[in-house]
């Protein structure tokens, strides 16, 4: 059981690199992936956000536009795909 959790932890340590290493263009990205359908909890990117934002690293408004902006995105990307396989 254990040899199937570490892969998880692994891959969100990696999230929280990038949102981390990135910022708003992170985050955007993290929440294209989530949205277009890589099954992952987009808390974790949120959470990491909420840090960058309360060490005055980001701003609240730059989260929400990079998130909106990155959801938006992968919707849009699990639509067309959708559309194609119909």
């Not at 690199?17 to 987009?42: H, K």
């Not at 990491?48 to 060490?55: D, F, K, N």
């Not at 929400?64 to 119909?86: E, K, N, P, R, V």
Request: without cysteine.
């Amino acid at each position: 059981m254990m040899d199937t959790i570490e892969p998880v932890e692994q891959f969100y340590d990696m999230l929280e690199l990038i949102v981390a290493r990135y910022g708003p263009y992170g985050i955007a990205l993290a929440m294209t992936a989530e949205s277009a359908g890589i099954p992952f909890a987009s808390a974790i990117v949120i959470l990491t956000a909420g840090t960058l934002i309360l060490r005055g690293s980001v701003s609240f408004f730059t989260v929400f536009i990079a998130s909106t902006i990155g959801i938006t995105i992968g919707s849009i990307i699990s639509y067309i795909l959708g559309l194609l396989g119909h």
